[in-house]
């Protein structure tokens, strides 16, 4: 029954934003002390092994379409793309007043704001 149970789960559409337990404590690693430390141990081995090695790009880009839940389409036109630049450009002048004037008037007291 709870095999049937499991299978079910995974069988289960998910939406965009639901997330399982598994989603965040995923490894096997965790469950218990022992397979902690073991995990632990080949850390050193497994960091170097994935230092060196390289893998290709279609490769990656596979591995991400196969985990992702929603396509990522080009759905953005020129109007949508010269708003975007315009939005860009003016909240990047508000930050940068915004700190020239908490540097000339606030001082160390920026913190406390």
Known sequence: MGSLEKLSDEIQTRTYWRWSKQDFYPEESFKNRNNYLSALSQTCSRFKDRLLSRSA?????????????????????????????FGSVIGAGIFVLTGQEAHNHAGPAIVLS
């Open 57 to 85: 790009d279609s490769f990656e880009l596979g591995e991400l379409r196969k985990q992702s839940e929603n396509e990522m389409k080009r759905c953005l036109n020129w109007w949508d793309l010269v708003w975007f630049g």
